[in-house]
């Protein structure tokens, strides 16, 4: 599983990500870049080459949509990239990615980012319920919250994604967004001030420094930084 960063100059995007300590990675194409914070996997692409969202990436592509489709989920190919998708209720694409697994670098499995630990891929939606039975279908397990209340963090072997009732989260939010959590991300917050990365926002109690905060790419996307 990938995450994918639709944006008008990938370059720009790949440095940004960089400065915050992802490691570059093999990429399963030319065009764009892949990179790592040990725990998740990231595509920065240009605009019109593979849809911002979700990216399954396996060996034989008619075995996955074989897969899904028996869930009930049907891919067609998209009008504007190279690569079956399909819009979920949330809004978020999930794309597929035929590629060799010797192209699927192993990930470390620990942070290796400023921001720390990764938790989710975090996801604003219009149509909450939907989006939960649809993400159900794809073989995700709610790990948090209620299936029945404002959110919920899911998760499959490889990847978690969160799903807020639009309007339940009070601050900014650009979906899909990347969350973070670590006990000591006060320090981390004033680490990328010192290293002249823009705060886009800075949340909670500010008297002594923020706790919180949400970055923001050059693209416009967010970065979510919680203290755990």
């Given amino acids: 599983m990938y995450l994918n960063l639709s944006v008008a100059d990938p370059l720009k995007e790949y440095y940004f990500f960089r400065e915050l300590g992802y490691d570059k990675t093999i990429c ?38 074989r897969d899904l489709h028996n869930r009930g989920i049907i891919f067609s190919a998209c009008h504007n990239t190279n690569f079956p998708s399909i819009v979920g209720p949330s ?9 060799s697994e010797k192209m699927s670098v192993p990930l470390k499995g620990i942070p290796v980012s400023i921001c720390g630990t990764f938790f989710e891929i975090s996801v604003q939606t219009i149509d909450y319920d939907a989006t939960v039975a649809f993400w159900k279908k794809m073989g995700f397990e709610i790990i948090y919250g ?6 919920v963090t899911m998760a499959d072997d490889f990847i978690k994604i969160g799903f807020y009732r639009k309007g339940t989260v009070q601050h900014e939010f650009r979906s899909p967004a990347i969350t973070y959590f670590e006990p ?3 320090n981390r917050i004033q680490l ?4 002249r990365v823009d705060i886009a926002k800075e949340l909670g109690d500010c008297k002594n420094g923020p706790v919180d905060a949400i970055l923001e790419t050059p693209a416009g996307y967010n970065i979510f930084l919680f203290k755990a």
């Fill in 28 to 65: 399963p194409f030319e065009e764009g870049f892949c990179l790592t914070d040990g725990t998740l996997r990231l595509l920065i692409t240009p605009k019109g080459f593979l849809s911002t969202g979700i990216v399954m990436a396996g060996e034989d592509m008619e075995e996955m949509k």
């Fill in 192 to 195: 990328l001030k010192q290293l």
């Fill in 146 to 151: 209620e299936e029945k209340g404002d959110w």
């Fill in 91 to 99: 809004g978020t694409t999930l794309s597929l990615l035929e590629m």
């Fill in 184 to 186: 000591d991300m006060k």
